[in-house]
């Protein structure tokens, strides 16, 4: 059933200057590729040993999909709840409401998780005496914390520039250093050499090795979302938010993958493994002269900083679509007259991220339960972006026998990702990869929104819940144009 759209919001893109290509380096900094080959190269080596590369190739159709999904309906509703406000028009306000207490979890909790990092990371280069001391772990994090927030509150454009110069940065150290693996597996000084053996079923270990790889590289690719969330301050956001989305995907493929196959074998899996905390470190350790190593822990540094960053801005801009249809506190739903930031949704996510900083630090039992909800986050995507999927599909399917590139690009590619993400969640669960406990922390946190969802219908009759029917006809694919007001 169809739901009548909420208020439309005034466009902010005249006075921010939010382009195309501003939203797709958001869209490449939430992924955070340096911070996340740092932690993930060692897992996707033990599961699919060399094969990483193919388990990451694999898994870019289905994504491919699923960005597609938000391309078009971002077409039909630019607003920047995005999944949320399309599921609930789409199915249902309960099921939407579950949608966007899923996505804030991700940006909030996700962003708590990489606060510690980023303490650490910068106590190893200027300090590394204090690394293992918790107050000053808390205090290079929640200072790195109030500095992305400050470039939060200054606008999109602002935020722009400092993720411009982190993701520029952070790519060629990655290339580079991907280029230095290659000539070590060329000329055979890596502690492997290349074998095509390695991209076989057989050389994965098997169909549990495949889908074990692809179930770390579908992780890997989440966060690109986050271009469409600044749709409603992005210039002409009705087509680039979408276009952000997808080529965010594309480049988070062939940066994945090159930099997957060229660093994989550089050292042992023993040694893999003994540095799965931050891998590139010590693979930058093996090919960098040593004044150059510090490169690597900048670029993975930096990275998370930009990560943090695009995360408070994603769930400052969840919040402020949720606060406009009464969901979440109102003050949310007010943006700055001049940069169209919403300061207090900023400011609360901020504070948000070191009140859970503090906790984790100062308790144990705090801090195992963050880091069981953290470890269910990707599951979470999983299911938000498995929702999106759906939606499109729905609310589109009269166009599917429009054309071919309708049949392809809205029906096959969206299908294919969404059934992609059923199967991550049901082989996360059934092989074991995703624990009882973490598991039971992931169910619990959705049940939790699902119960805030029905206090808000039934305790307080919020009328987001109980929307005016439209007609129960699918909406064609639109490219409204976006009303921009002049500047105050």
């Known amino acids: 059933m169809a739901h009548a759209p909420p208020t439309p919001s005034p466009a902010r893109a005249a006075t921010t200057g939010f382009g195309l290509w501003d939203a797709v380096i958001l869209g490449l900094s939430s ?89 650490t990371y910068t106590l190893e280069l200027v300090a590394p005496e204090r ?30 520039r400092f993720e411009w110069l982190v993701v520029l940065f952070q790519y060629v150290v990655l290339l580079a250093l991907a280029a230095l693996g290659f000539r070590a597996l060329a000329g055979g000084h890596a502690a492997a050499a290349f074998s095509a053996h390695w991209f076989t079923l057989e050389g994965m270990g098997g169909l549990r090795g495949l889908m074990g790889g692809i179930l770390i590289a579908c ?41 997957t196959f060229g660093l994989q074998a550089v050292l042992s899996p023993d040694e893999l493994s003994a540095s799965a905390g931050n891998a590139l470190a010590a693979i930058g350790g093996r090919l960098l002269p040593g004044p150059f190593r510090v490169l690597v822990s900048l670029a993975v540094l930096t990275g998370t900083l930009a990560t943090l960053q695009a995360a408070v801005i994603s769930a400052a801009r969840v919040s402020l679509a949720m606060a406009r249809d009464g ?11 001049r940069t169209g930031t919403p300061r207090a949704a900023t400011l609360t996510m901020s504070a948000l991220n070191l009140a859970l900083l503090a906790l984790a630090l100062a308790t144990g039992s705090i801090a195992a339960a963050l880091a069981n909800v953290a470890a269910s986050l990707g599951l979470l995507s999983c299911l938000f972006y498995g929702l999106t999927g759906a939606a499109s599909l729905w609310q589109h399917r009269a166009r599917w026998r429009a054309s071919p590139a309708d049949f392809w690009l809205g029906g096959v590619l969206p299908a294919l990702g969404l059934a992609f993400m059923i199967l991550v969640i049901v082989l996360s669960i059934g092989s074991g990869a995703t624990t009882p406990t973490v598991l039971a922390y992931g169910a619990g946190s959705v049940l939790v929104g699902a119960a805030i969802g029905a206090v808000l219908d039934f305790g307080f009759g919020r009328p987001f819940f109980r929307p005016v ?15 921009v007001e002049p500047p105050p």
């Open 469 to 483: 029917a439209a007609a129960a006809v699918p909406v064609p694919i639109s490219v409204p144009t976006a009303t």
């Open 219 to 259: 992780f890997m690719y989440s966060g690109w979302d986050a271009a469409v969330y600044v749709n409603e301050e992005t210039t002409d956001g009705a087509r680039n938010a979408g276009r952000a989305a997808i080529a965010s995907v594309v480049i988070l493929a062939v940066i994945y993958g090159a930099a």
């Open 31 to 119: 992924s955070g590729p340096a911070q996340t080959l740092a932690v993930s190269l060692a897992s996707i080596v033990a599961a699919a040993s060399y094969g990483g590369p193919l388990a990451i190739l694999i898994a870019f159709f289905p994504m491919l999909g699923i960005a597609l999904a938000y391309q078009r309906l971002n077409r039909w509703e630019p607003t920047a709840g995005a999944t949320y406000s399309w599921v609930a028009r789409v199915f249902h306000p309960h099921l939407g409401f579950l949608s966007g207490w899923m996505i804030l979890l991700y940006y909030t909790l996700g962003t708590s998780s990489l606060t510690i990092p980023a303490g």
């Open 131 to 160: 690394v293992n001391q918790p107050l000053w772990v808390a205090i290079a994090g929640g200072s790195w914390n109030l500095v992305v927030t400050a470039l939060a509150l200054a606008g999109l454009k602002v935020a722009a």
């Open 327 to 337: 969901v979440m506190p109102r003050a949310f739903a007010r943006r700055d007259e």
